[in-house]
């Protein structure tokens, strides 16, 4: 089964540190890019971060730029998000979710998404 | 950032009805060189991901109902449910890919059943 399983999240403090991941499967992993969207509690979506298939490029969102990293292991078809210096605000429900093109050029919509795993920052 | 502004924020429409759902961006999404809408629009049921429906602004993803379709051009564009039907009661938002890798989404229209 074509699938993206989310994991790592939880209750942090603000100011902590917290890594997610994200298990692919069914598909070959490393012909795509991927991303990383999150939706604050009853709100719409973030897109967060973005690593391509080779992990030659990447990029953030302003709003995580020097806290966040994205990274991720083909061979264990894997993608990362290390979430660093957390604050409130990073309270979401994090997606990872797969660019829909598995060529040489990305599309940047998304055809293929996990359910999510729940990040909350709190004291 | 290029804005994506949705409206009507939310919708109530009778089953059978016609929803149509709108989404304005605040600069082009057309790109000139090869004619393409850089919009696409997703639906989201309770508990659930985002779902995938429409991509360069009319080109229905695989496995989606023809009673969804997309339109518009450069700043403004459309999804219609020609005939609502209970299961796609869902938060549909619409994402500009033009600007990447700022890629925005607009806030969401929530659509009910009346």
Same mark, same amino acid.
């Given at each position: 089964?074509?699938?993206?399983?989310?994991?790592?999240?939880?209750l942090i403090?603000p100011?902590?540190?917290?890594?997610?991941?994200?298990?692919?499967?069914? /598909?070959? /992993?490393?012909?795509?890019?991927?991303?990383?969207?999150r =939706?604050a509690p009853?709100k719409?979506?973030?897109?967060?971060?973005?690593?391509?298939?080779?992990?030659?490029?990447?990029?953030?969102?302003?709003?995580? $730029?020097?806290? /966040?990293?994205?990274? @991720?292991?083909?061979? $264990?078809?894997?993608?990362?998000? =290390?979430?660093?210096?957390l604050r409130d605000e990073d309270t979401a429900v994090?997606?990872?979710?797969?660019?829909?093109?598995?060529?040489?050029?990305?599309?940047?919509? /998304?055809?293929?998404?996990? @359910?999510?795993?729940l990040v909350t920052v709190s004291? | 950032?290029?804005?994506?502004?949705?409206?009507? *924020?939310?919708?109530?429409?009778?089953?059978?009805?016609?929803? !149509?759902?709108?989404?304005?961006?605040?600069?082009?999404?057309?790109?000139?060189?090869?004619?393409?809408?850089?919009?696409?629009?997703? #639906?989201?049921?309770? +508990?659930?991901?985002?779902?995938?429906?429409?991509?360069?602004?009319?080109?229905?993803?695989? +496995?989606?109902? *023809?009673? %969804?379709? &997309?339109? +518009?051009? +450069?700043?403004? %564009? !459309?999804?219609?449910?020609?005939?609502?039907?209970?299961?796609?009661?869902?938060?549909?938002?619409?994402? #500009?890919?033009?600007?990447?890798?700022?890629? !925005? %989404?607009?806030? &969401?229209?929530?659509?009910?059943?009346?």
């Amino acid at each position: 089964e074509v699938q993206l399983v989310e994991s790592g999240g939880g209750l942090i403090q603000p100011g902590g540190s917290l890594r997610l991941s994200c298990a692919a499967s069914g /598909f070959t /992993f490393n012909h795509y890019s991927m991303n990383w969207v999150r =939706q604050a509690p009853g709100k719409g979506l973030e897109w967060v971060s973005y690593i391509s298939s080779t992990s030659s490029a990447i990029y953030y969102a302003d709003s995580v $730029k020097g806290r /966040f990293t994205i990274s @991720r292991d083909n061979a $264990k078809n894997s993608l990362y998000l =290390q979430m660093n210096s957390l604050r409130d605000e990073d309270t979401a429900v994090y997606y990872c979710a797969r660019d829909a093109s598995a060529g040489a050029t990305d599309y940047w919509y /998304f055809d293929l998404w996990g @359910r999510g795993t729940l990040v909350t920052v709190s004291s | 950032d290029i804005v994506m502004t949705q409206s009507p *924020d939310s919708l109530a429409v009778s089953l059978g009805e016609r929803a !149509t759902i709108n989404c304005k961006s605040s600069q082009t999404v057309l790109y000139s060189s090869n004619n393409k809408n850089y919009l696409g629009w997703y #639906q989201q049921k309770p +508990g659930q991901p985002p779902k995938l429906l429409i991509y360069w602004a009319s080109t229905r993803e695989s +496995g989606v109902p *023809d009673r %969804f379709s &997309g339109g +518009g051009s +450069g700043t403004d %564009f !459309t999804l219609t449910i020609s005939s609502l039907q209970a299961e796609d009661v869902a938060v549909y938002y619409c994402q #500009q890919y033009y600007t990447t890798p700022s890629i !925005t %989404f607009g806030q &969401g229209t929530r659509l009910e059943i009346k």
